[in-house]
């Protein structure tokens, strides 16, 4: 059984899941609007989650919430499931295919054989679409690879039970009822101000607090904690950022092309100019990953580098804190 899907590689797993399966349902909706709408841009650091050794540190909202987000503001109705049993995970996944609903997962990363081997590590939340099946073969749009490409069933299974933190346990998404029009402004509105209420938290590990409070941090490790475990957790910040999903840059790229679209659509010429300012903030992050990349790999020529990278960041948090609340007034 193979639906008639088509594939189109987006820059994000989620985003990319979501706009091709509303695409498929006759809804055409840009990858940055599913973004903005589904308010997927964040930062927090969560020092009691750890990732490979290190404190984890996300630069998007949870797993899932984008979906459900942008659902409930443009009135998509989703089913999520998630499973104990297998074999009825599969037969699940199965009978989605044999009445030509492709469906959404979320997998482990490690093990994609389809993966290059320096981006298969201990990922939880990554997320595919299951087009059809042929033999004992499924076919997989996965939205970060340039073509479509096949799991057999164990590798399917395999990635779909994946242990540790955020462990998948099978789970399984699709629309299921759709309102006759999607009407896109009041959407906008509400995803940019849930953004600009995330970012602009009066918490020290969420938005532009927490910005400030990772900068402090890289200030005190390596002293508190050694330059060995400074520069792995330097190694964890880049990885988070640049390696799962499209992390802090390629996030602000994709929410200023949200912006520009908006800006247009709601002709709103604040919108236009803030998009120009978030490319920026994308590019400082950018240089931010590139300064910190090179003290972990002991590459770095500057002195004082650890204070000159958290200069970085401070630098950072400052004009989106800026950004954010002229956005928040612009709506």
């Not at 899941?17 to 841009?41: C, D, Q, T």
Request: hydrophobic share 40%; proline share 4%; glycine share 8%.
């Amino acid at each position: 059984m193979k639906i008639d899907f088509t594939h189109h590689q987006s820059a994000h797993c989620e985003n990319g899941v979501v706009a091709n399966l509303m695409r498929y349902n006759g809804f055409k909706i840009s990858e940055p609007m599913v973004f903005g709408i589904g308010s997927g841009l964040m930062f927090c650091y969560i020092p009691f989650l750890k990732i490979n050794h290190g404190p984890a540190i996300t630069y998007r909202s949870m797993p899932g919430t984008i979906f459900n987000r942008f659902a409930k503001r443009v009135g998509v109705k989703i089913k999520r499931e998630k499973f104990k049993n297998k074999q009825v995970a599969q037969q699940r996944l199965d009978e989605n295919l044999n009445k030509n609903n492709p469906v959404g997962l979320q997998v482990g990363v490690y093990n994609l054989t389809y993966f290059p081997d320096e981006y298969r590590f201990h990922f939880n939340a990554h997320n595919l679409v299951v087009y059809g099946k042929e033999g004992d073969k499924y076919l997989i749009s996965d939205p970060v690879m340039e073509t479509v490409t096949e799991l057999t069933e164990k590798e399917l299974e395999k990635v779909r039970f994946a242990k540790g933190p955020l462990a998948p346990k099978g789970h399984i998404y699709y629309p299921i009822n759709f309102p006759k029009q999607i009407q896109l402004e009041k959407a906008i509105v509400k995803g940019i101000k849930h953004t600009c209420n995330d970012m602009l938290a009066p918490v020290p590990i969420v938005g532009v607090k927490g910005i400030k409070t990772v900068a402090g941090l890289i200030r005190k490790w390596p002293k508190k904690k050694g330059v060995k475990v400074t520069n792995h957790y330097l190694g964890q910040i880049v990885r988070m950022q640049e390696e799962i999903g499209t992390g802090g840059g390629g996030f602000r790229y994709i929410y200023a092309a949200f912006l520009q679209e908006s800006g247009k659509l709601l002709k709103n010429e604040t919108l236009l100019e803030l998009s120009k300012d978030m490319t920026l903030i994308g590019d400082l992050w950018r240089d931010f990953a590139v300064d910190a990349s090179r003290i972990y790999k002991n590459r770095s020529a500057k002195e004082d580098a650890y204070n000159a990278i958290a200069n970085q960041l401070d630098i950072i948090a400052d004009k989106e804190k800026v950004l954010f609340k002229a956005l928040k007034k612009a709506i």
